[in-house]
């Protein structure tokens, strides 16, 4: 297995993995980070090998500047093209030779969707290859259409599907065949049918909420729920100041915005507007943030500065969610019935904001662009005082709980991967 990306690109492989080796499998999974963070201890916990290849040799006002050019566009195939540039082009020729090796010493191979160097490597070592999708937004359908252009219905959505995947073939497919040649393999016209979802097996690890699986679609694409990494393998206790400030009120709202810290030029900006948000809607928070570098933000009774956290063991006691609405974080909120406000920054967010938004879990989302505490504010209350809105939450709560994301992948992947 092979994955790059985020916290919300890596987890769901952990989670997959960790399945896979209960039922008697050996795993082995690469990860590369674009946090450049470590998770071996995951694999020592559910018993598979972790290695990690590639490093983004940046210095801070350099990753910082990336960010800010990311977030500057509204297209979302512009943000795709820097998204590559910027994080994934330099760390080809090493995803690569680790795939090489990966497909040297296994039988099966399973690859983010979006990891081209490791479908080239199971392609050409000739292995049976599975795909895994964080949501369905990129799979053709006359049914739906893309996001960021309307639903104008089944006879012109596909103008929309075929413009946008033109594009990207246009923007990205160079790289994709530059390597494919290195590789011995012939071009391909349409990288997203082709190389980013497997014809053999695709595995979306999106709840079934909000993956609609269309009627068009090829029998290959299963939508699977959510790959939730079990809390055995993250084991944390909670602070004691924590719970006692979860004692003196009523729940509180948890704050995060995950990865998008990593690289942003003013986290302190952003987390002020967070604090201020909380304090004019008038409502307790928990605001997670790079604190140690934050020192000139004041110390408020109603707010608990709290660092990165394991959201299954916080989330349960919180009222309401503000996040980036990155694909992990939506689907935890969702799966411990807690209603969004979504910040979005780039690319997928506004798909899983506008998914919360249409079942009745979020109001409509704000933008890192233009946010501003008050804005965030009034987001706040219009959650807060809807209790239909937490009654919806915990509704979807309990039809996830009944998904068994793990669960169905593996058994799909032993049918069409191993027979």
């Not at 020729?93 to 081209?116: F, Q, S």
């Not at 798909?351 to 946010?371: D, M």
């Amino acid at each position: 297995m092979q994955t790059w990306g985020s916290d919300g690109d890596i987890r769901p492989f952990l989670a997959l993995a960790g399945g896979l080796r209960a039922r008697g499998h050996e795993v082995s999974l690469v990860i590369t980070s674009v946090d450049n963070r470590g998770y071996s201890s995951y694999g020592k916990k559910m018993d598979f090998a972790v290695s990690h290849t590639g490093t983004l040799a940046w210095d801070d006002k350099t990753a910082r500047l990336y960010h800010d050019e990311i977030i500057a566009t509204g297209n979302p195939l512009k943000q795709l093209e820097l998204i590559f540039d910027r994080l994934f082009d330099p760390l080809v020729p090493e995803m690569y030779a680790a795939a090489e090796r990966l497909c040297k010493e296994n039988d099966v191979i399973i690859g983010h969707a979006v990891h081209y160097p490791v479908q080239t490597a199971a392609e050409k070592a000739g292995k049976p290859y599975a795909t895994v999708m964080m949501n369905h937004a990129g799979i053709y359908s006359k049914h739906a259409t893309i996001y960021g252009v309307p639903d104008i219905g089944k006879w012109m959505n596909p103008c929309w599907n075929k413009m946008f995947h033109w594009a990207m073939d246009r923007s990205l497919g160079a790289k994709v065949n530059a390597l494919r040649t290195r590789a011995g393999l012939p071009p391909v016209a349409k990288i997203a049918d082709t190389v980013w979802i497997s014809r053999r097996l695709n595995l979306i690890a999106e709840t079934t909420a909000i993956g609609r699986k269309q009627p068009d679609w090829p029998d290959y694409h299963h939508v699977c729920g959510v790959f939730t990494v079990p809390g055995a393998a993250e084991q944390w206790t909670m602070p004691k100041d924590l719970r006692l400030f979860l004692e003196a009120g009523p729940p509180p709202v948890y704050m995060t915005l995950g990865s998008m810290y990593s690289y942003d030029t003013s986290p302190g900006i952003i987390t002020e507007m967070l604090v201020q948000g909380a304090l004019h809607a008038g409502c307790r928070a928990i605001v997670q943030a790079p604190w140690d570098e934050l020192q000139k933000i004041p110390d408020y009774p109603q707010i608990y500065k709290i660092r990165k956290t394991p959201h299954q063991y916080i989330f349960p006691h919180c009222s309401a969610v503000v996040h980036h609405g990155g694909a992990g974080t939506t689907h935890s909120a969702t799966l411990h019935g807690c209603p969004s406000i979504v910040i979005e920054h780039i690319a997928d967010q506004g798909f899983f904001a506008n998914e919360l938004y249409r079942l009745g879990v979020a109001p409509k989302s704000l933008h890192r662009r233009n946010a501003t505490a008050r804005k965030l504010a009034k987001s706040l209350k219009t959650v807060l005082d809807d209790p239909g809105m937490k009654q919806q939450a915990e509704a979807l709560r309990e039809s996830m709980r009944k998904e068994n994301g793990v669960k169905n992948a593996v058994e799909l992947i032993e049918q069409h991967l191993f027979s």
